[in-house]
């Protein structure tokens, strides 16, 4: 199942994508969405699907501009970039330990 939504996510055929990735780059994007998970895109298909309900039933009097899915992202407070990755690399490391062995 992991092979498919990766596919979907790299938007090319299953198929195809893992006669192209090697056994390690696949389990370092396994490793990868343990960490980030697929969220962002669930986020995005959320928030395309209010806006489009927010759109629906908008009063165009009182809100003559349409509603986009950025007003619906969920908003998360920046952490500074060199924590972030600080952080995410060392996540990255302790599960490609586990993978490894």
């Known amino acids: ?4 939504r990766l596919a ?3 938007s090319m055929p299953r198929d195809r994508m893992i ?3 090697s056994a390690r780059e696949f389990a370092d ?5 343990r960490l980030e998970g697929f969220e962002a895109d ?3 298909r959320h928030a395309e699907n209010m806006a489009l309900h927010a ?3 908008r ?3 009182k809100h003559p501009k349409p509603y986009a899915a950025a ?3 969920p908003r998360r407070k920046p952490e500074p970039l060199r924590q972030k990755i600080e952080s995410k690399m060392r996540a990255y490391q302790a599960l490609r330990g586990q993978l490894n062995g």
Not at 1 to 4: K, L, R, V
Not at 29 to 33: D, L, N, Q, T, Y
């Open 42 to 44: 669930a986020d995005r």
């Open 29 to 33: 994007w396994m490793a990868f969405f």
């Open 55 to 57: 759109n629906i039933n």
């Open 1 to 4: 199942m992991f092979a498919h």
């Open 71 to 73: 007003d619906f992202l």
């Open 19 to 21: 006669a192209r990735m």
């Open 8 to 10: 979907l996510a790299l």
């Open 59 to 61: 009063n165009t009097k």
